[in-house]
């Protein structure tokens, strides 16, 4: 058995037990007076080393000894953690393990003297002892961080579903290989690039082994200093502190790559994403600058979700060639058919969720991908009169304003029409098509009928009229009517339209209808989305969407 002796945990870079500090909490002042974190640093392996010998780290020391009383770590440790925010002035700081919310304190004044910056802080064991630490703190310090009496899983799970960027993450939450290894991989995926990840406790086989795996899987990931490099399997315990990224530390520093990688012949996903749409008409992958070729594979995958349907999951699968000449580049691809999530009869879909697993295959030679960023679904796109697909119908396309269309591919119902998904897109404030039907009887009354299926929240708008007269300058016969298809509703009829109706069909299908006469043989009809509240064309809220299944002429009667 070893004894721990104070001196062994002081070099430990570990307190055995709280300090007795008269005075705690402290009142806000800045730790650096002279300025030295207002200029831009840049940190790397050099300026880690060289920054044990710098006054600001020294003040830093003399600040942190014996201070905060309840922190578990050992002053240099407190010191150098300070130097490192103050260096790198993250946005979004997460904790793993808060304790006493000692080290918690620590990482505030430094994010308060940034004036910028927020710090999540996370322990499932905390709940009666860390809200009360933290209610003693001078107030700005308080608004700067927030306790969860989560663990670790269950927070980085929630940051993930939210798509929050990290950009420093301290773990030191349980030390067991599992779930130090877990709290790196699950921080790494959600750390900006030039991010940094500091593990505490490397004295300990868990959170060593996870961060030398973890630079072993992940190569573009860089040590700031070599505590895993000096490793030697021959005496592995032989001297514990050369395991640290900074002597006289208990911590190894790793920074992120200035971009994502997808490793040489390795899957990579982000999960899946909420989206606001409930299709993927494709994705973009933007490439940071590099040199090299190979083939990326992507799985596109759909989820929808509503509270009364099964789970649906359609997938897609792309192979994109990739030639790169050291500029940034840009990844475009339209997917033949794009995914379109079907909703069970009458069920709503509540919403949908995109994912795009990459898999890149480099040529011989070429080495990983370098991404700008994760791969997005395709925005939303303005479908112009000729993408429209063909009809055999006995009409043409007219025109086309504001929609994005999408071929549903469910089976027809209309013959010789395709059944359309509609997406209102901007920058049009109008949103509809219209057909032309020629070679009519002049004279003749006919009867256009339109299928639509919508979700709540949106109406419709059918507006039907034979050619203008270039002398009058009107058509001879028009009129509008306006539908409410959640309540089955004709809103309001004008114009010398004959009768129009609206019934309700199989699978949520409605068929909507006016009869018009027509002077000389044309027939103009126009559909559009109305949103329902104010019942005008002009949408605030983008991607309202309708399914169209068709337009059809009857008579002449
Ligand atoms: C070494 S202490 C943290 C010390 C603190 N950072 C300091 O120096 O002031 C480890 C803490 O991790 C917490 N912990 C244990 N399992 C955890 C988990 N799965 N997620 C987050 N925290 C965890 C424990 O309750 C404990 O308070």
């Known amino acids: 058995m070893t004894v721990i002796t104070a001196k062994d945990a002081d070099l430990a870079g570990e307190q055995t037990m709280f300090s007795s500090n008269a005075s705690w909490p402290r009142p806000l002042r800045p730790i650096d007076q002279t300025g030295h974190f207002a200029r831009k640093i840049t940190i790397d392996a050099h ?10 780290f020294k003040s830093a020391v003399s600040y942190f000894t014996g201070y905060p009383p309840h922190s578990l770590m050992g002053v240099d440790n407190r010191a150098l953690l300070y130097c490192l925010v103050r260096a790198l002035k993250p946005a979004n700081v997460l904790e793993i393990g808060t304790y006493y919310a000692g080290t918690t304190e620590v990482l505030a004044r430094a994010l308060w003297e940034n004036g910028s910056g927020t710090i999540h802080t996370v322990d499932p064991f905390g709940a009666q002892r860390v809200p009360e630490k933290m209610a003693s703190w001078p107030q700005p310090l ?3 961080a927030t306790y969860y009496s989560d663990n670790s899983m269950e927070f980085l799970s929630q940051l993930r579903s939210q798509g929050a960027p990290l950009d420093f993450v301290l773990v030191d939450g349980e030390h067991d290989y599992e779930f ?32 030398a795996q973890f630079l ?59 989206i606001s749409a409930t299709r993927i008409t494709g994705f973009e992958v933007e490439l940071a600058p590099q040199t090299g070729s190979g083939t990326l594979h992507v799985q596109c995958i759909l989820r929808s979700f509503g509270a009364e349907q099964a789970l649906q999951q359609m997938m897609s699968v792309v192979a994109e060639r990739v030639e790169l000449a050291g500029n940034p580049h840009t990844v475009r691809h339209k997917l033949a058919t794009p995914l379109v999530a079907l909703s069970e009869p009458g069920q709503p879909i509540d919403f949908c969720t995109a994912e795009f697993e990459l898999f890149w295959q480099p040529d011989a030679g070429s080495g990983s991908l370098r991404l700008a960023g994760p791969p997005r679904s395709a925005p939303p796109h303005a ?17 086309i304003s504001g929609l994005e269309v999408i071929p549903v591919g469910e089976r027809e119902i209309v013959a010789g029409f395709p059944v359309l998904q509609l997406a209102a897109v901007p920058p049009d404030t ?28 949106i109406n419709i708008q059918l507006q039907v009229r034979d050619a203008v007269d270039p002398e009058e300058g009107r058509p001879a016969n028009e009129g509008e009517v306006r539908f409410d298809l959640a309540a089955g509703l004709v809103l309001m009829a004008n114009g010398n339209l004959l009768a129009h109706g609206m019934e309700t069909a199989a699978g949520a299908w409605r068929k909507l209808w006016v009869d018009v006469k027509t002077a000389d043989g044309q027939i103009f009809a126009y559909f559009g989305l109305l949103e329902a509240t104010s019942n005008l064309h002009v949408f605030t809220a983008i991607d309202q969407q309708v399914e169209l299944g068709g337009f059809e002429i009857v008579g002449p009667s």
């Open 47 to 56: 300026w880690v080393r060289a920054l044990s010998d710098m006054e600001v």
């Open 180 to 211: 130090a290894r877990f709290d790196m991989e699950m921080s790494a995926r959600l750390m900006r690039p030039g991010g940094l990840i500091v593990m505490d406790n490397v004295e300990q086989s868990g959170p060593f082994s996870a961060v």
């Open 216 to 274: 072993a899987e992940h190569p573009d990931w860089r040590e700031l200093g070599d505590g895993v490099a000096a490793f030697k399997p021959s005496r592995p315990y032989g001297d514990e502190w050369q395991r640290s990224s900074v002597p006289g530390t208990s911590v190894i520093l790793i920074q992120s790559p200035s971009y994502l990688v997808v490793d040489s012949g390795k899957f990579r996903s982000w999960g899946h994403q909420q």
């Open 430 to 457: 109008c949103h509809g098509l219209a057909l032309h039907f020629r070679d009519l009887a002049p004279g003749a009354v006919y009867r256009i009928q339109v299928w639509v299926k919508s979700a709540a929240g």
């Open 142 to 144: 308080q608004a700067i």
């Open 383 to 399: 479908t112009s009169l000729a993408e429209l697909p063909p009809l055999s119908a006995p009409a043409e396309w007219h025109l």
